[in-house]
Nanobody
Framework: QVQLVESGGGLVQAGGSLRLSCAAS????????MGWYRQAPGKQRELVAQ?????????????NYADSVKGRFTISRDNAKNTVYLQMNSLKPEDTAVYYC????????????WGQGTQVTVSS
């Protein structure tokens, strides 16, 4: 069972920045995808950003972003530290949500692991 511990959420004014971190209890080299989702009150959980494992020097892992955060958010992963980050810049009130770290392992079947969530609140 992979344990994920998130940190970095909080209250920030519109236009500000926050950096979320998610540390995993196991080697990140076993994770096909690491990413972030968010859920606002009354809404479904949605993908924010995800990054594939960089499997080989010759192949860069792909990165996906929700259209609403492109150009403002940046996901990165440090496999040596078993950690994924989400740098959030130019925050908007509509970014307010609980942010969840996600790890996906594909080994015949798909295993999804989730963090406990961290609150991000952006005031106008």
């Amino acid at each position: 069972q992979v344990q994920l511990v998130e940190s970095g959420g909080g209250l920030v004014q519109a236009g500000g920045s926050l950096r979320l971190s998610c540390a995993a209890s196991e080697s990140a080299f076993s994770f096909n995808i690491m990413g972030w989702y968010r859920q606002a009150p009354g809404k479904q959980r949605e993908l924010v950003a995800q990054r594939e494992l960089v499997a080989a020097i010759s192949r860069g892992g792909s990165t996906n972003y929700a259209d609403s955060v492109k150009g403002r958010f940046t996901i990165s992963r440090d496999n040596a530290k078993n950690t994924v980050y989400l740098q959030m810049n130019s925050l908007k009130p509509e970014d307010t949500a609980v942010y969840y770290c996600n790890v996906r392992v594909v080994a015949g079947v798909v295993y999804d692991y989730w963090g406990q969530g961290t609150q991000v609140t952006v005031s106008s």
